[in-house]
């Protein structure tokens, strides 16, 4: 994955982890599970968190507001999605590496 990428990758999960911390901010403590996999020619982030977290909001995220997070993993991963449970919500991001099949190389 070329630097560029990384960084892009890198800002994804970030933002998606502070969309998780503000949607549960009740002052309490804070569970956030995190997988990362390189699979056939891709990279793919799993986070999962709190029924309230990742829900697509009607209006256009600012930086630093609930949303922001899947804004960008719309716009900078290959492919993304929400998975949504009674108790736990997740959100993952997919992206290319350079040379691999799939869809247009990063």
């Known amino acids: 994955m070329d630097p560029d990428s990384f960084g892009d990758l890198r800002l994804m999960v970030s933002e998606l982890v502070s969309d998780a911390v503000i949607a549960e901010n009740k002052g309490e403590d804070l569970e956030i599970r995190m997988r990362a996999m390189l699979s056939e020619g891709r990279v793919r982030v799993e986070l999962q968190q709190g029924a309230p977290a990742y829900r697509l909001l009607p209006r256009e995220a600012q930086p630093g507001t609930a949303g922001w997070g899947l804004q960008l993993a719309q716009r900078l991963s ?7 449970g009674e108790r736990r919500s997740g959100v993952w991001v997919e992206m290319y590496l350079a040379g691999a099949g799939g869809g247009d190389p990063l």
């Open 78 to 84: 290959d492919r993304w999605g929400v998975k949504r």
